[in-house]
């Protein structure tokens, strides 16, 4: 046993058990492309919830348990980010590895800045070996908005080509070379999408291209616009794409009137109105109002056609996820994964078409 081997993980003679303890199957479901409890969830047509952990400027792994300790009980997949931001911070691969060993369901996101398709296709054979079934594959920030701009990028591949080569490694147990695997990766692929970036009438025909790439999962941009986002699921829905791919939705709380402005000029892709802003710097508690508009928007995201799921991301309040996303009552009183919890059943599966 090593530091930072999680209680969940000792077995009764006192060693580290593997990463497939747990609920997680010994064979992948029927119709399913993972062991992951998060397709699951999804197949059996539950709304799922999401969360993104920030990864630690360190290599302690109680400080990656730690982190993942608030999700307890609330999320059905946590997101290990990959130099979010062209930042670096402990990698994807290894949070994943840390959570797999304590029972939970990571979802490993890929940036396509930092490695080339050699480096990424072997990446995706060691995730999937130590238990990740969930890989979001994204094109990834430039170098320029990071803390290191000098560093050279690679961007050998984009989002829709790393979709495309885990697919093919997938189904047709090949390397990109077209050399065999002797056994290929089991992993339930996803992408992002912004529904809140102009032209606005071309991002239907953007998430078509990656569900025809391979997604099966989608996480999208902060939702702050309901209209708007609304428009976009309706042409969603008329091109038949929430059939075919399991769309969950970007929130967050917002804690300042200050931190709105911030991140409006300054992270790319997202959208705030301004009435948000306002009524956050109306607000006698800014931080409160900000954890009960992203109430809000949670129920208005779940009433609304086509979505599968809520994705939360909220750097540095990650202590608040549990009350928000029980204030919101999205999870319709069902309890995901929480460690110690005795294992509850799980609905038989829906079929979707994807």
Not at 176 to 182: D, E, I, N, Y
Request: charged share 20%; with cysteine; net charge positive.
């Amino acid at each position: 046993m090593y530091a930072g081997t999680p209680p969940a993980m000792l077995s009764a003679n006192g060693g580290a058990s593997g990463p497939f303890d747990h609920d997680t199957p010994p064979e992948k479901p029927a119709g399913h492309y993972s062991r992951s409890r998060f397709e699951r969830v999804l197949r059996a047509g539950h709304f799922a919830v999401t969360a993104e952990l920030a990864p630690p400027d360190s290599v302690d792994p109680d400080e990656v348990y730690r982190r993942a300790a608030v999700f307890d009980g609330w999320v059905d997949a946590i997101n290990a980010t990959d130099g979010s931001g062209a930042n670096v911070h402990m990698s994807a691969v290894s949070i994943c590895a840390l959570l797999t060993r304590a029972g939970y369901s990571p979802v490993m996101q890929m940036s396509c800045r930092d490695r080339n398709r050699i480096a990424m296709q072997g990446d995706v054979l060691g995730a999937a070996a130590m238990g990740v079934g969930c890989i979001l594959c994204l094109t990834g920030d430039g170098v320029q908005v990071g803390d290191q701009p000098g560093a050279k990028p690679v961007f050998d591949l984009g989002s829709v080509s790393l979709l495309r080569m885990i697919r093919y490694m997938r189904d047709e147990k090949r390397f990109l070379s077209g050399r065999p695997l002797t056994k290929g990766p089991e992993v339930f692929l996803g992408a992002a999408e912004n529904p809140f970036s102009p032209p606005y009438e071309f991002r239907p025909l953007r998430l078509k291209k990656k569900v025809e790439a391979g997604a099966q999962f989608i996480q999208t941009q902060y939702c702050f616009d309901i209209p708007l986002f609304r428009r976009f699921m309706d042409r969603v829905c008329d091109m038949g794409l929430h059939e075919k791919v399991f769309i969950l939705v970007g929130v967050g709380a917002l804690p300042s009137a200050r931190t709105a402005r911030w991140v409006r000029s300054h992270v790319p892709g997202v959208h705030i109105p301004e009435e948000c802003v306002r009524r956050l710097e109306q607000a006698q508690n800014p931080a409160a109002e900000g954890r009960k508009l992203c109430v809000e928007l949670m129920q208005q995201i779940k009433e609304t056609r086509g979505v599968s799921g809520i994705h939360v991301m909220s750097p540095r309040q990650e202590q608040y996820l549990g009350e928000i996303v029980k204030e919101s009552g999205v999870l319709g009183g069902r309890r995901p994964f929480c460690r110690g919890d005795p294992q509850l059943p799980m609905a038989q599966p829906a079929h979707h078409g994807v």
